[in-house]
């Protein structure tokens, strides 16, 4: 099968998507397939991120990802090169290609929660990401809910709409017997800590944590502290002067798995989530989890975690059980693998492979 993948979001930091891009990507590969896939990048040397295997040719098209000129120059480029499916893992697909087209849509935070986001983006989804999955012969997304949301807010057919869940990479897993508790010196970390694992955007909710670790605190001055990454200055998330809270912009997924295995909690306060990969991380982990009862969060906790609506007042109360409980932190720190087995990158390739092959027949949905 002569796949067309694009990757020009590739460089710099690796965002979600990105991450999502190349781990699906390795997983194609690796289903023994005949598969050969043409790979959009930007610039030449974003071909360094791609994995090394002979099927995989990299394309360098200089054609930003958001671009407004690449919604006019990409179709053409794709219609020489005659895939028998391109797929953007992404959301800036080519809104008027008329090929055999696969689009990746997370999730539609910009139209579910408008006041959190500028104009442009918003119109960005009415004007791009609507056509595109609308035209796409099949649309992917992660989670049960955002299928729902695709179906609503952009008026896609159900039937076209694939849920194909995110996997965790293998770097996500408990960390041996004795190192949890060596981690957060070699970290930079407290002894003891909780853990939030996001960005400062309203909906991850960072602001309630932040709140409920006060409560915590004013409880119990023993309280561990609290630990964010993805902040990069103190005033974020509603930090105050005095508040017990450590953060740190970026960690790689080898320290951030040591982050989640070393922790006393991890929390996940999001209001709304695509998926929640750092749930997921934080289960494959071991960490003990208290998430946010919304969106699509259930879906990937299950029964591995606490699930507690995202008000400070509630979020204090489920960490606290918790803190003091030590049976239940064990029980969740044992469960949290099981759950996360169920979401392996094999998984999402097998049944991805499938959609491009009903695509490629021109069977549709």
């Known amino acids: ?26 997983a194609l590969l690796d289903t023994g397939e005949e598969l050969s896939a043409g790979v959009l990048v930007r610039r030449p040397q974003d071909a360094q ?10 394309i360098a098209c200089k054609l930003a990802p958001y671009g407004l000129t ?37 999730d539609l935070i910009h139209l579910r929660f408008p006041k ?40 896609v057919a159900p039937d076209k709409v694939r849920v194909i869940p995110n996997g ?22 407290p002894a003891r800590y909780i853990l939030g694992v996001g960005n400062p955007k309203p909906h991850k909710n960072l ?15 023993s309280a561990p502290e609290l630990v964010l990454i993805g902040l990069d200055r103190p005033r ?3 930090i105050k002067s005095g508040d017990a809270v450590v953060i740190k912009p970026h960690l790689g997924d080898e320290e951030l798995a040591q982050a989640y295995g070393a922790a006393q909690a991890v929390c996940v306060p999001s209001r709304y989530e695509g998926f929640g990969l750092p749930a997921l991380e934080a289960l494959a ?39 003091a409980d030590g049976d239940l932190a064990r029980r969740l720190r044992l469960a949290g693998p099981e759950q996360a087995a169920r979401f392996t990158w094999a998984q999402a390739a097998q049944a991805t492979l499938r959609v491009y092959r009903r695509v490629a027949s021109g069977e549709g949905f």
Request: glycine share 8%; proline share 8%; aromatic share 6%.
């Open 236 to 238: 974020q998330a509603g």
């Open 285 to 323: 982990c071991g960490a003990p989890l208290v998430a946010s009862d919304r969106a699509s969060l259930p879906e990937v906790v299950g029964e591995a975690g606490l699930l507690t609506p995202p008000e400070p007042e509630a979020l204090a109360q489920a960490l606290s059980r918790v803190l």
């Open 116 to 155: 959190d986001h500028g104009f442009r983006h918003r119109m960005s989804y009415r004007w791009v990401v609507g056509p595109a999955a609308r035209r796409s012969a099949a649309v992917i997304t992660v989670s049960q809910h955002s299928k729902n949301d695709i179906v609503e807010l952009l008026g």
């Open 168 to 189: 965790v990479s293998p770097a996500f897993k408990p960390l041996p017997a004795g190192e949890r508790e060596k981690a957060p010196a070699r970290l930079g970390l």
């Open 70 to 106: 690449t919604q006019f120059k990409l179709p053409n480029l794709l219609h020489g090169l005659r895939p028998e499916v391109y797929h953007c893992p992404f959301y800036a697909a080519p809104g008027y290609y008329q090929g055999p087209m696969v689009i990746t849509v997370h």
């Open 1 to 26: 099968m002569k796949l067309i993948y694009d990757m020009r979001i590739l460089g710099g930091r690796m965002h979600g998507m990105a991450r999502y891009g190349l781990e699906l990507l390795k």
């Open 207 to 221: 602001a309630a944590l932040v709140e409920a670790h006060r409560l915590l605190r004013a409880r119990d001055a």
């Open 49 to 58: 991120f791609l994995p090394r295997d002979k099927r995989v040719l990299a």
